[in-house]
């Protein structure tokens, strides 16, 4: 898992993509947070990552987590556009696409300034 | 954290288990009221996971302390005499609504009782699909599904949610055979008839608290589908900067539930 996103961001670094995690290792107390430094160190660990249980709920709970990890595929514009690819290749292959539609957005000629956000699932 | 002390501390938080008080045995004399035979087998068994649960994190406690491997406690709660006896209480009011609590118990803390789970979940379908007491065992009928007895829930919950003569139940019934079908669901069309069933509690029931627990479940069909634009995320990060979800807009996101453990 790690090393393999660490590979994505190193070789997406000048792409719009960024992996953000929600850690659950218990960031909200000292201890949890000390370890946590520890161990992103040792693994180099680089993206950010927002703590679980520094909210209420927690946002695991929200996004209706049953286990980890889970992973979650936004578009530039926050929409889910894949959840839990597993495999390497196919997750590396389903990014690709994204990053070329973000890319072509941000390109687009005369876009709208503020496009309408696309509407709950149906 | 290791996984082995992770395991056993998510088993720490069992529900209903911390607050078990004073000495009850665990049988209790025949004949007795069912509703207090059930107190009394709820109260026993929540003294005996109680104890299990003290026992277990002192041994993590002491392995910690002494660097030690892990002990190779007892990793699931003691249920098989507890389990046992609703069987027999189950049977002694066979037929009766009273057995339902009984057989909802068996469903709700079984930990690899399977034979006894696969026969209380096929006694509610077939015994007491419309009985009134149905609705408080609803909830744990999904927990079978684990334990190989697919068929036997979905009769119950079609019962339940198709037939039952108390408006109330029949939501109770359409909120689990919803969650059965949006948790097994591989398909759009699956998913589809896990929505139609959360939708349908809506015109089905007016209880307040019925209708939240659809609404709530509705929240993953809702938002969390591919294709749902996501859910905002306020928070703060490991540095204890807040941030938002939606900062990162215009780039393409890979949203990682994870820790190191």
């Known amino acids: 898992m790690i090393p393999h996103e660490r590979s994505l961001v190193e070789k997406w670094k000048d792409k719009p993509f960024v992996i953000l995690g929600v850690n659950s290792d218990g960031t909200d107390t000292e201890e949890g ?37 889970t992973l979650y595929f936004l578009d530039h514009e926050g929409v889910i556009r894949h959840k839990d690819l597993r495999d390497d290749a ?8 994204m990053i070329v539609a973000a890319e072509a957005a941000a390109k687009a000629p005369k876009a709208p300034a503020k496009p309408e956000p696309q509407k709950a699932g149906k | 954290m290791s996984r082995t002390v992770l395991a056993a501390l998510l088993l720490l938080t069992l529900p209903h288990a911390a607050l078990a008080q004073g000495e009850t045995p665990p049988s209790a004399p025949a004949q007795q009221d069912p509703a207090a035979a059930y107190d009394e087998l709820v109260k026993a068994f929540n003294k005996a996971v109680s104890d299990w649960q003290t026992a277990a994190q002192a041994a993590v406690e002491k392995a910690q302390a002494e660097g030690g491997r892990m002990p190779a ?50 006694t509610l379908a077939a015994d007491h699909a419309a009985s009134k007491a149905i609705g408080d065992v609803l909830p744990f009928a999904g927990n079978a599904m684990r334990f190989g007895a697919r068929e036997q829930v979905a009769a119950l919950l079609d019962a339940v949610a198709d037939g039952h003569p108390d408006a109330d139940t029949k939501a109770q019934g359409l909120i689990a055979r919803g969650g059965m079908r949006l948790q097994t669901a591989r398909t759009d069309e699956q998913r589809k008839a896990a929505e139609a069933d959360l939708r349908a509690v809506a015109t089905t029931t007016k209880n307040e608290e019925i209708l939240a627990q659809a609404k709530d479940a509705l929240f993953e069909i809702e938002n969390l ?11 703060v990060d490991t540095d204890g900067v807040p941030f938002k979800l939606s900062d990162y807009r215009g780039k393409v996101v890979l949203l990682d539930f994870w820790g190191f453990w």
């Open chain 1, 33 to 69: 947070l000390k370890k946590f430094r520890e161990m992103a160190k040792e693994d180099g660990v680089t993206w950010r990552s927002f703590r679980d249980e520094g909210s209420t709920p927690r946002i695991s709970e929200t996004w209706r987590v049953q286990g980890w990890p």
């Open chain 1, 90 to 97: 196919e997750m590396e292959k389903a990014l690709e696409a």
């Open chain 2, 73 to 122: 406690i007892a990793m699931q709660p003691p249920t098989k005499e507890f389990i046992g006896r609703a069987q027999e209480l189950a049977a002694e009011h066979a037929g009766k609504d009273a057995a339902v609590p009984f057989l909802g118990f068996i469903l709700k803390y079984a930990s690899n009782e399977r034979a006894a789970v696969k026969k209380a979940i096929s």
């Open chain 2, 225 to 235: 589908q591919v294709g749902c634009k996501s859910p905002e995320i306020e928070g």
